[in-house]
């Protein structure tokens, strides 16, 4: 895995540096400094406890932990949530409870996300008359099909 070095500073200096859980990964986790319990259907606001200084042309993406959404229904509300480049604060991360019935429990220094650090490029946007043809053209939302489910859901 090519790397880049992120500057970073630990505001809460108990939690631990976000960490790669195997070399593969490209999320490194990221904790929650507070407890909190988020009720079905609600969304709280936790801090990190780090703030982070990535080189330009890098930002940050917030993602959920796919086996805390599976289990308990915890996911991030803005997903994937962007950390520019310039951003000197604490990475918070507004999670939210979408299971129906049963309240979601975290402690401090429980893994609630991962951060994915990519290049970014910025777009120059150039207005042009008209738009090159291409092979999908207009079409989208449903337009190369594959939704028998529509039919069994709606009848
Ligand atoms: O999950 C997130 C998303 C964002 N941020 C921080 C870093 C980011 O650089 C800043 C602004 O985020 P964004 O641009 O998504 O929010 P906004 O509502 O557009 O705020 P702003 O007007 O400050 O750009 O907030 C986080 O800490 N966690
Ligand atoms: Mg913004």
């Given at each position: 895995?090519?790397?880049?070095?992120?500057?970073?500073?630990?505001?809460?200096?108990?939690?631990?540096?976000?960490?790669?859980?195997?070399?593969?990964?490209?999320?490194?986790?990221?904790?929650?400094?507070?407890?909190?319990?988020i009720?079905?259907?609600e969304?709280?606001?936790?801090?990190?406890?780090?703030?982070?200084?990535?080189?330009e042309?890098?930002a940050?993406f917030?993602h959920?932990?796919?086996?805390?959404?599976a289990?308990?229904?915890?996911?991030?509300?803005n997903?994937?949530?962007?950390?520019d480049?310039?951003y000197?604060?604490e990475?918070?991360?507004?999670?939210?409870?979408?299971?129906?019935?049963?309240?979601?429990?975290?402690?401090?220094?429980?893994?609630i996300?991962q951060?994915?650090?990519?290049?970014?490029?910025?777009?120059?946007?150039?207005?042009?008359?008209?738009?090159?043809?291409?092979a999908?053209?207009?079409?989208?939302?449903?337009?190369?099909g594959?939704?028998?489910?529509?039919?069994?859901?709606?009848?």
């Amino acid at each position: 895995m090519p790397s880049v070095e992120v500057l970073l500073s630990r505001l809460d200096p108990a939690v631990p540096l976000p960490t790669y859980a195997r070399p593969g990964d490209a999320g490194a986790d990221l904790v929650t400094t507070t407890d909190v319990v988020i009720e079905p259907g609600e969304r709280a606001v936790v801090g990190t406890g780090i703030a982070i200084a990535l080189p330009e042309g890098y930002a940050g993406f917030v993602h959920p932990r796919s086996g805390l959404a599976a289990r308990v229904g915890l996911s991030v509300v803005n997903t994937p949530g962007t950390i520019d480049a310039g951003y000197r604060g604490e990475i918070k991360v507004c999670l939210v409870n979408h299971d129906l019935r049963d309240a979601v429990v975290l402690t401090r220094g429980d893994r609630i996300a991962q951060l994915v650090v990519q290049k970014v490029e910025h777009a120059v946007f150039r207005e042009v008359d008209e738009l090159p043809d291409s092979a999908r053209g207009a079409g989208g939302y449903g337009s190369t099909g594959g939704h028998d489910v529509l039919a069994r859901t709606e009848g």
